[in-house]
């Protein structure tokens, strides 16, 4: 139990481009998703927190209109990442939380996402 | 304020005891522990939530000292698949379940 999957696990575009990345619980619902970002030998850094229903909360720094973020159902979140340059190159992870009762106060982590900017 | 770990990094052998320490400067509502293998993502090991309450996994075990802010990974007798690198997270009062990542620890465990 508790799966999380990420689609794609790689990706390489070029600069300016689009790129969605899907963030799917798929045994369990999940009102809350978590964004993170990982350079290399680097730890996780939060990005967004993505609630069902309501609108991404950021971290400070992280830009919002670059980094979109949405939740459509318990299940799902995506993260698109707006004309893509080189710097936003990076390993991106998704972790969900569980309903209560679930798997509660515990976030499982998704397989990740490589994207290279190019 | 993301918390410290140490040591950054340690060499086993197979058959050998290490301690990973974690330390918070805010009040702590719990401590996750995680284990990330090389381009893949962490992988769940166990959660603390009150202070004093220690837990194991296999002859992986922890402890949180809520007082000292502070928790403890005890990786008794390794095993070579114990290497990868270990995370903390922790989660202050005021969170909301966020998590916030220590640096690290590489632990690389050799036959």
């Known amino acids: 139990g508790a799966v999380v999957s990420q689609h794609p696990s790689w990706v390489i575009c070029k600069s300016g481009t689009s790129v969605k990345i899907e963030c799917r619980s798929l045994?369990?619902?999940?009102?809350?998703m978590f964004w993170y970002r990982q350079f290399p030998k680097q730890s996780l850094m939060l990005m967004a927190t993505?609630?069902?229903?309501?609108?991404?909360?950021?971290e400070q720094g992280v830009e919002k209109d670059k980094f979109l973020i949405n939740h459509a159902s318990l299940t799902l979140s995506t993260l698109t990442v707006t004309s893509a340059h080189p710097e936003d190159s990076s390993f991106y992870i998704c972790?969900?939380?569980?309903?209560?009762?679930?798997?509660?106060?515990?976030?499982?982590f998704g397989p990740g996402t490589r994207l290279t900017v190019l | 304020q993301q918390p410290v770990q140490s040591p950054q990094a340690v060499i086993l052998r197979e058959g050998e005891d290490a301690v990973i320490n974690c330390s918070s400067s805010?009040?702590?509502?719990?401590v996750h522990w995680y284990r990330q293998k090389h381009g893949e993502a962490p992988v769940f090991l166990m959660i603390?939530?009150?202070?004093?309450e220690q837990k194991g996994h296999d002859k992986i075990s922890a402890s949180f000292n809520e007082k000292k802010q502070q928790s403890s990974l005890y990786l008794t007798a390794s095993q070579l698949s114990y290497s990868g690198t270990y995370f903390c997270?922790?989660?202050?009062?005021?969170?909301?379940?966020?998590?916030?990542f220590g640096g690290g620890t590489r632990v690389l465990v050799k036959p």
């Open positions: 972790s969900a939380l569980g309903l209560a009762g679930v798997v509660t106060d515990t976030q499982y």
């Open positions: 045994d369990f619902q999940a009102t809350t």
């Open positions: 993505s609630n069902e229903g309501s609108k991404a909360t950021y």
């Open positions: 805010k009040a702590l509502y719990s």
């Open positions: 603390l939530l009150k202070g004093g």
């Open positions: 997270g922790t989660e202050n009062w005021a969170a909301g379940n966020k998590l916030t």
